[in-house]
């Protein structure tokens, strides 16, 4: 069995999206944030996770701010504590 590199692979290069593809997505992550549904939500948050990992902070400089614009949208908190 080859031995695993330990460094990250840009999800570009292994996906083979686009520069302007991965931005469009990025930026279509505000409208999957606030979930009812918790297996949904905790996938979106997996995503979220995998994306920033990725592209913080060289590809993607404003990630915490995109993060709390989409948490805290027109003085509405949309998202809630889940618990179990």
Not at 47 to 58: I, L, Q, T
Not at 63 to 69: E, Q, R, V
Request: aromatic share 8%; net charge positive.
């Amino acid at each position: 069995m080859p031995a695993r590199s330990s460094h990250t692979v840009p999800l570009c290069a292994c996906s083979g999206l686009t520069q302007e593809e991965k931005t469009h997505l990025r930026g279509r992550f505000s409208c999957l944030i606030p979930q009812d549904d918790n297996q949904i939500a905790v996938q979106v948050a997996l995503v979220y996770a995998k994306v920033a990992r990725s592209d913080y902070p060289r590809e993607w400089p404003s990630l915490f701010h995109d993060l709390l614009a989409n948490l805290d949208t027109a003085g509405k908190p949309q998202w809630k504590c889940r618990v179990g």
